[in-house]
């Protein structure tokens, strides 16, 4: 049955929306909320079907299509798409066996992960998968099947030979080590293609703050070109169909900052398990606020990543780390790559932290590499400019980017009384620079001065909020004179 | 802040959507499925945000607006109305605390109930609440505490003294006893306000199939004014306030037939507990397909039953019943309205199985009120009209509807082969009246003239598809030829 579109104009930032005339839905017996599939040549997608109620918004015989849909089937407005009628996918079945306490095979989960990279189910049958994992658990057998799902349900970034990676798990605001360890690691002459995602409920993620310095939007055989060019490359993992299943739970389950630790390794092993890893470094930080909080959760999980690179014949690392409070100065994306160009540069105010920890881990990563004086040789490639030099050549090859400015409307938060910094609050020193404006505004967020067990004194700078509007500025310190995330001692 | 309306002229049937330009958006740092609180005048209610990236479908200064949020806010296109933002409700914690195993108090589940009745929770929130409930659980005590937290987020119907009730658990098509149990007790003296649910998944709900005789949607006041004239009513409930959290929860269990026991009893008890109910008799009927399958489950359902209602105060008793093949012949809103008349009126050809689970509930409905001789009872008032009397006295007074005209469109589907009936599979059944337009088109749906055990041969009639369009019978017959529902021995 075919239909001519109708741009709507409306994104939704999430589900697939197509919209029918009343008179169209109910010749169809179709109903608001059913599952109907849109193609348009080779381009398929499903999508939930809304109902327009007259003929104003969308006339009998149109369809009118939400802007993921248009972009997703590449169709523009009074083209022609045909419809065809979904029933509900099979994998909906595993789902409830799930919710049962079964455990699932390989097959059946490869249903399920292939039924979400297809957008075949509602986020509300991706949310019973998701609870059903996180109360039941995921077993290490399904954990390992899930992840090679996930990987077979999308491409594949091939290397050959010894391909390293690293991972740090989130919530600690300013742990920005991967732009620092990767050009090391590269420059040390090791393979090492990093993917990663853009924040989504932290003030920046990797890929928002490499795109201050270099595109991270790149098509595949850009990618390749660079890796071969340079050892290594950083771009957006989400630009690319890597393990694309797993971006679409992360969907759901941060409604609920829902961790469920089967699918948390799974996500994390499945993107590297995609890019040909070998060696695999793992930093889980702990501490209030961070994903992580407790020493004895982080040792079960270092186990269980262990087991399950083993089984997928990738040699993984756990390293648990302080993520107690942030780390470098800046918080936001421009902020956070100005600190980690700062530590490249060996410039004398680069924040100590992240050198130190960065070092350690490319160290870690070169002994797993064979190079058995890892950290030693890490430090002389950071000392020596190489790994700046390393930098500038991933910036040049992916392609540089004008440097945002640093917002325009600022504040400094000083201290109100003479003490000592007792804690920072991750998480409110996150929403801080989120309400400031990051990750969007790239030049938004906050520049720290003062980190634990410094001694302050009354009016003395604490931090600054940067922002790119008066509006947000306002917000933010707004936000700050109820709770600037400090407590003194 | 304000917005001035734009009437979008779409329905979802499910999510409040409100659209602001992506310039708004932007300036409030606002995104794609943000939360704000739209209100107009006195009315307020949670949207989810929608962007609009031009201006073509909502320009700056304007609010898009979803035919369900119309509806709910009494506002016009063109009107005011004033945004607020809505951080994430307190009642997200009590969820997450259930997926981790808490018992949830009385004032948690308060919390949710409130939330979800304000629509303030999102599905997937909903879904989480639902999963873990299912699969960690309710307590007796939690299934007691929520359902008087649904009722207590609700309205009520108050009435004094004896008031009785009857519920079925569903699956089974045509069971459609309520009808018929109704009028009796009500013509014995007693009072009986019956509030029924439209099908969702079925092909009929006995609010739907009371509609084909009388008005169904009636406001508080006319539902009092009917009770009081015929000790009676047979209503939508949806249409009232009642227990409004437990439709709400319905919504996010349907997509994956979800049926947590806990919320199953809570969801049935909060209705009685609603309209005041003093003696309530539960039918759990068993079989394949039904939504209770084995005699086992049936049995522990049985018991957490009649605790829950000695806990509330409520005389609860539960029989379970054979609910292995549709019951009656007629499947569909007037088919199943015909078989109710037929046995009213002690028509030789009315369906004898329906008028005998229909006399056997009256009467231990009659025993439980203190009559002691209640099946006689009920088959005298059956049997000497008065049930029919009654029965013309409550459609009169709740508003006689025209009755809807058999669907001209039929079929007649034959057996292929000589046999006895073994099985009949009531989901494919109701599935094929779903298909032929059953419950929307009310004169669609299935006559069955074979029942199990019958024998039946090669080209003898089974059943008879009626449907309201040429289109739909043929969708309809194209199933029955793959699979009519019948296995012959």
Known sequence: MKFKVKDMDIATGGPFIAILNHRDAE??????????????????????????????????????????????LKVKDNQSVELEFNGKPESVKHIRDKLNGKKL???????????ITNDRLT????????????????????????????????????????????????????????????????????TIPKTSSR????????????????????????ILEVVRKTNACMVHGGAMNLAPADDKIIEVEHPLSIDAEGQLIASVMAKKYSVSSSHVLIDIPIGKGAKVESKSGAKRLKKKFEKVGRKLGINVKVIITDGSQPIGHG????????????????????????????????????????????????????????????????????????????????????????????????????????IAGAPKDKGSGLYIVKFVKDKIKK???????????????????????????YTLA
């Open 105 to 115: 095979t390989y097959e059946e989960l490869l249903h399920i992960a292939d039924d």
């Open 331 to 434: 918080i936001g994306p421009l902020l956070e790559a100005e600190d980690v160009m700062a530590v490249l540069r060996n410039d004398p105010l680069a924040p100590a932290d992240l050198r130190k920890k960065a070092l350690m881990m490319a160290g870690i990563l070169l002994k797993m590499a064979g190079k058995k004086n890892g950290e030693e040789l890490a430090q002389e490639i950071l000392d020596s400019g190489q790994a700046l030099v390393k930098m500038n050549q991933i910036i040049k090859i992916q392609g540089k980017q004008k440097k945002p400015t640093l917002g325009n409307y600022r504040y400094q938060v000083k201290s109100k009384k003479n003490g000592k910094v007792k804690s920072i609050d991750n998480l409110i020193i996150s929403k801080i620079a989120r």
């Open 459 to 485: 009016g003395e700078l604490i931090y600054t909020v940067y922002a790119e509007s008066k509006f947000k500025l306002d917000l933010a310190v707004g936000f700050t004179k109820k709770n600037d995330g």
């Open 199 to 222: 924040a989504i409920t932290s003030p920046a993620g990797t890929a928002d703050t490499m795109e201050c310095l270099a595109k991270v939007e790149l098509p595949y055989k850009k």
């Open 123 to 190: 986020s509300i049958e991706k949310t019973y998968f998701v609870a059903a994992s996180y109360v039941n658990g995921l077993s290490l057998d399904e954990v390992i099947d899930f992840t090679k799902a996930i990987v077979n349900t999308g491409d594949r970034l091939k290397f050959k030979g010894l391909v390293l990676d690293k991972h740090s798990i989130g919530g600690v605001p300013g742990n920005r080590t991967t732009m620092v360890v990767i050009p090391i690691i590269a420059a040390a002459g090791f």
């Open 27 to 72: 010749e169809l017996d179709l109903h608001s909320g059913d599952r109907i599939l849109v193609n348009h040549n080779s381009r398929r997608t499903t999508c939930l079907l809304d109902i327009s109620e007259t003929s104003k918004s969308v006339p009998k015989g149109r369809i009118g299509l939400f802007e993921e849909v248009l972009d997703k």
